[in-house]
């Protein structure tokens, strides 16, 4: 389950690095930083409403993170130097939990590694057909990650390379929409938020 | 010397085992038929909501080695039909099950470590106490040796429920199995008003036994969905 969620967690960091990729009639654009805010909306059979979430995304290249949800828990992800933690606010003040182990950071690296070199269509994870230039839908290439995940649709706001949302179809009636905005590219952003929660 | 060791010995040990009582307490009746007993028996009702409802909780799970994660836990309860879901707080999720009218269990999504049978039956067993009145149309309605008024329902697999009304309005639920050993008990925190119901900002339900675990419950939010 650490492995999948992992999967599905990596592919939700690199997704946002879409938005400096070359995509067609624009200019490569190397990654350094990439932050964004986001609402996640959270679709299921059973839920009579959907339910949304907010938080807040940063991204360093080679390989530091910061992925953070403001509501309705507040969490914090950090990944800094080749260590991973996960921290939850409990009260005033943050506790660590554990969770993902070394071999789902591994994965975690290499999706974006993958995506910084520009591979959109040759993730070991996932195949990817680019649609009208602003959408991307992605499909797992293994059968057991099929059962979890059927496609990934990756929109692109026009012609500015930034990332408008993404779509993670679960299967059924199940999906998880994360729209960005306030995208911000290679900006610098102080260490410190990638090891402190 | 050596009889002050025994009685020593003798002291610790029971003081340790008045720490856990954990069977079946005592209940000096109050007659259900009169005022008194209705009273109670109505108080325990309003444990519960009544209505269709969706809850969303943030849920701090924790073993019983101190081992533990937090995950959003969805409960809709449509009439009869309960629904129940369990998703990291990234949003993937990890469990998905409907408990139908006829009480036959369908799992739609089960992801390890929550894919066993024992885990999808324990879970709804769980959420059921939390938020379904007992079946025993006639519970037996009492007070516990310290005058704290109960309500004490007996299932048709001998299971036993109380519902205790704590003086500081706080509510627990306790429930014992066929041997009267207590299985769970529930703490259930002060309540908020939404929509006409009361509903509990906090629960902690604590299983018990070598496998036991605690989920303390947190609500964020409550919507009623019959509207």
């Not at chain 1, 070199?117 to 499909?139: Q, Y």
């Not at chain 2, 066993?116 to 769980?126: I, K, N, Q, V």
């Not at chain 2, 008003?193 to 906090?202: H, K, L, Q, S």
Request: with cysteine.
């Amino acid at each position: 389950m650490i492995r999948w969620a992992s999967i599905v967690f990596s592919l939700l960091i690199c997704v946002s690095l879409v938005q400096a990729k070359d995509i067609p009639e624009q200019p490569p654009l190397r990654v350094e930083s990439v932050q964004a805010d986001f609402t996640q909306e959270k679709q299921l059979p059973i839920l009579a409403r959907p339910l949304f979430s907010k938080g807040r995304f940063l991204f360093q290249a080679p390989d530091s993170l910061r992925w953070e949800y403001f509501s309705p828990v507040h969490t914090v992800l950090l990944m800094y130097n080749g260590g991973i933690c996960k921290f939850v606010q409990h009260g005033d003040r943050f506790v660590e939990e554990q969770g993902m182990g070394v071999d789902s950071m591994h994965i975690v690296l290499q999706e974006i590694t993958g995506w910084l070199d520009g591979e959109i269509t040759d993730t070991p994870t996932f195949k990817a057909h680019v649609k009208d230039n602003n959408l991307i839908i992605l499909t797992p290439r293994e059968a057991a990650l099929a059962n979890i995940i059927s496609s990934i649709e990756l929109k692109l706001l026009d012609r500015t390379g930034l990332m408008e949302s993404v779509t993670l179809y679960e299967g059924g009636d199940s999906l998880t929409r994360m729209v960005f905005s306030a995208g911000i590219l290679n900006e610098n952003i102080p260490a410190r938020l990638f090891t402190e929660p | 010397m050596k009889v002050f060791r025994w009685a020593m010995v003798f002291f610790l040990l029971s003081s340790c085992s008045t720490k856990q009582i954990t069977g079946l307490p005592e209940l000096n009746d109050v007659n259900s038929a009169d005022i008194g007993g209705r009273q109670i028996q109505k108080s325990c009702e309003h444990t519960f909501v009544k209505g269709q409802y969706q809850f969303v909780h943030s849920i701090v799970f924790q073993m019983a080695n101190g081992h533990g994660a937090t995950v959003i836990g969805v409960t809709v309860l449509e009439g009869d039909i309960l629904k129940t879901g369990l998703m990291g707080v990234e949003g993937f999720v990890l469990f998905e099950a409907v408990l139908s009218r006829e009480k036959q269990l369908e799992v739609s999504r089960a992801l390890p470590p929550f894919d066993t049978t024992e885990f999808a039956s324990g879970l709804m067993r769980d959420v059921q106490a939390i938020f379904y009145v007992p079946t025993d149309k006639h519970p037996r309605t009492g007070k516990l040796a310290d005058g704290t008024p109960v309500c004490r329902y007996l299932e048709d697999n001998d299971q036993i429920t109380d519902i205790i009304l704590n003086v500081d309005g706080s509510r627990g639920i306790n429930v014992y199995d066929m041997g009267h050993k207590k299985s769970r008990s529930i703490i259930v925190g002060s309540r908020i008003p939404v929509d006409g119901e009361m509903i509990p900002e906090a629960l902690e339900l604590k299983a018990h036994g070598l496998q036991g675990y605690t989920l303390h419950m947190t609500l964020i939010s409550a919507e009623k969905i019959d509207k």
